[in-house]
């Protein structure tokens, strides 16, 4: 069953999605239609059988999706526009459905089961005395077992020597007989053992997904990335979100609202993410932080967490994924003084180099002056033309992305022979 709103992400209309398909009608922010720059993917977006209704989620629904994704985890993952998606399809969520009563306002607490790993108990310290009595007790027991087995045996007496010779012929027969049974049931066996052999050549490989099936398999999948035999359960779907940004199914999946992966591309379980300096080895819930709050240096990592049944938190560290070293393949620039000296930033206290506004900016228009002209605006002038607005140091912005430049500090500037 198609859901009554489908609100589209960037990724659907890039990819060229049969949106028509999956959605009675068409719902999504202008912010994704700026995304797409494309000329072939804004030609397609123009031949669209029916139009894309665009719509401004509440700022109430915004701040509830701000507020849920950084528990989640993911706020530093997701754009402007990614926000704004989000915060739609719970508000069309919430309207059709008449409440959200039925969505979560926390997230899941991920528990794993059978994590919980007991510590080595050290024999000098944890052992109880009863316990070490018992063992005790069981040592001589074990030494008087062991002197039984190897006693000598006695004589035995005639009359059992030649019950003991009749036994011995009889158990002979016996195993001859199961000998040839035996290899009669491994000739049948290999035979069979060839049979599903040649079967098996003989297979085309069905299971497997190759480059000429591979459009029937993503056929056989439904919006929700399952298998069609389990379409009947999805049924009272009314809004659905269709995207291929990981980050936003995990905060859709975690509310319950329902997700629509772009080429059967959706996550299979919910994660949870903090921050995890790998310098002093602290962590922090605060995804926003650029700096370790304890520590003070740029070494933060954003690694998955969970809890085990006793309630204790497991951290999973991707050993696979390297730490990022870039920029540190060249030496520190030198300090550069004044207000257009863009100085790496290594830890967070560091002091910075006084950013005041311009003359410009600064200049103060009275209507009532004497010489006041009434052609001129009574507001303020916002400087857009100097160079201090045009590299970004007005209105208290942070230049970060200036921190590790791509070309190398210390190379000297290539001549041009002008003096």
Same mark, same amino acid.
């Given at each position: 069953?198609?859901?009554?709103?489908? &609100?589209?992400?960037?990724?659907?209309?890039?990819?060229?999605?049969?949106?028509?398909?999956?959605?009675?009608?068409?719902?999504?922010?202008?912010?994704?239609?700026?995304?797409?720059?494309?000329?072939?993917?804004?030609?397609? *977006? $123009?031949?669209?059988? @029916?139009?894309?209704?665009?719509?401004?989620?509440?700022?109430?629904?915004?701040? @509830?999706?701000?507020?849920?994704?950084?528990?989640?985890?993911?706020?530093?993952?997701?754009?402007?526009?990614?926000?704004?998606? *989000?915060?739609?399809?719970?508000?069309?969520?919430?309207?059709?459905?008449?409440?959200?009563?039925?969505?979560?306002?926390?997230?899941?607490?991920?528990?794993?089961?059978?994590?919980?790993?007991?510590?080595?108990?050290?024999?000098?310290?944890?052992?109880?005395?009863?316990?070490?009595?018992? $063992?005790? $007790?069981?040592?001589? *027991?074990?030494?008087?077992?062991?002197?039984?087995?190897?006693?000598?045996?006695?004589?035995?007496?005639?009359?059992?020597?030649?019950?003991?010779?009749?036994?011995?012929?009889?158990?002979?027969?016996?195993?001859?007989?199961?000998?040839?049974?035996?290899?009669?049931?491994?000739?049948?066996?290999?035979?069979?053992?060839?049979?599903?052999?040649?079967?098996?050549?003989?297979?085309?490989?069905?299971?497997?997904?190759?480059?000429?099936?591979?459009?029937?398999?993503?056929?056989?999948?439904?919006?929700?990335?399952?298998?069609?035999?389990?379409?009947?359960?999805?049924?009272?779907?009314?809004?659905?979100?269709?995207?291929?940004?990981?980050?936003?199914?995990?905060?859709?999946?975690?509310?319950?609202?329902? &997700?629509?992966?772009?080429?059967?591309?959706?996550?299979?379980?919910?994660?949870?993410?903090?921050?995890?300096?790998?310098?002093? @080895?602290?962590?922090?819930?605060?995804?926003?932080?650029?700096?370790?709050?304890?520590?003070?240096?740029?070494?933060?990592?954003?690694?998955?967490?969970?809890?085990?049944?006793?309630?204790?938190?497991?951290?999973?560290?991707?050993?696979?994924?390297?730490?990022?070293?870039?920029?540190?393949?060249?030496?520190?620039?030198?300090?550069?003084?004044?207000?257009?000296?863009?100085?790496?930033?290594?830890?967070?206290?560091?002091?910075?180099?006084?950013?005041?506004?311009?003359?410009?900016?600064?200049?103060?228009?009275?209507?009532?002056?004497?010489?006041?002209?009434?052609?001129?605006?009574?507001?303020?002038?916002?400087?857009?033309?100097?160079?201090?607005?045009?590299?970004?140091?007005?209105?208290?912005?942070?230049?970060?992305?200036?921190?590790?430049?791509?070309?190398?500090?210390? $190379?000297?500037?290539?001549?041009?022979?002008?003096?």
């Amino acid at each position: 069953m198609k859901p009554q709103y489908l &609100v589209v992400d960037t990724a659907a209309l890039v990819k060229y999605v049969p949106l028509w398909e999956y959605g009675e009608k068409l719902c999504s922010v202008p912010e994704v239609i700026s995304e797409i720059r494309d000329k072939e993917a804004r030609q397609r *977006l $123009e031949a669209l059988p @029916f139009p894309i209704t665009m719509r401004q989620p509440q700022p109430h629904s915004i701040k @509830f999706v701000n507020e849920f994704s950084k528990k989640t985890g993911d706020y530093a993952s997701l754009s402007l526009a990614d926000i704004k998606v *989000l915060a739609l399809t719970y508000e069309l969520e919430v309207e059709v459905q008449g409440g959200s009563s039925h969505l979560n306002s926390e997230p899941h607490k991920i528990i794993t089961e059978g994590a919980v790993t007991k510590a080595h108990q050290k024999e000098e310290f944890n052992n109880p005395p009863e316990q070490e009595e018992e $063992e005790a $007790e069981k040592c001589p *027991l074990r030494e008087d077992t062991e002197a039984d087995d190897t006693q000598t045996h006695e004589s035995p007496e005639p009359g059992e020597e030649e019950r003991n010779c009749t036994s011995q012929e009889n158990e002979e027969d016996s195993d001859s007989k199961t000998d040839t049974a035996e290899n009669k049931g491994e000739e049948e066996s290999n035979e069979n053992e060839e049979d599903k052999e040649d079967t098996d050549d003989n297979d085309d490989g069905g299971g497997w997904i190759t480059c000429e099936n591979i459009k029937k398999h993503k056929g056989k999948r439904n919006i929700f990335g399952h298998v069609e035999e389990e379409v009947e359960e999805e049924k009272d779907v009314q809004v659905a979100c269709i995207t291929g940004d990981f980050s936003m199914q995990n905060v859709l999946k975690h509310i319950g609202l329902s &997700v629509m992966g772009v080429d059967g591309r959706l996550i299979k379980q919910l994660k949870t993410y903090i921050l995890r300096c790998h310098a002093c @080895f602290r962590t922090t819930s605060i995804m926003d932080k650029i700096f370790c709050p304890h520590c003070g240096n740029k070494t933060l990592k954003k690694v998955s967490v969970t809890l085990d049944p006793d309630g204790t938190q497991r951290i999973w560290i991707n050993t696979k994924r390297p730490i990022n070293k870039k920029g540190m393949k060249y030496s520190l620039p030198t300090p550069k003084g004044g207000k257009h000296g863009r100085n790496p930033i290594l830890v967070a206290d560091q002091r910075e180099a006084k950013k005041s506004s311009s003359k410009m900016s600064r200049k103060k228009i009275n209507p009532l002056h004497e010489d006041y002209n009434p052609d001129q605006t009574p507001f303020a002038v916002r400087d857009v033309y100097s160079r201090a607005a045009q590299l970004g140091y007005i209105g208290g912005k942070n230049h970060h992305h200036f921190y590790w430049e791509k070309r190398n500090p210390n $190379e000297p500037q290539r001549r041009t022979g002008k003096k």
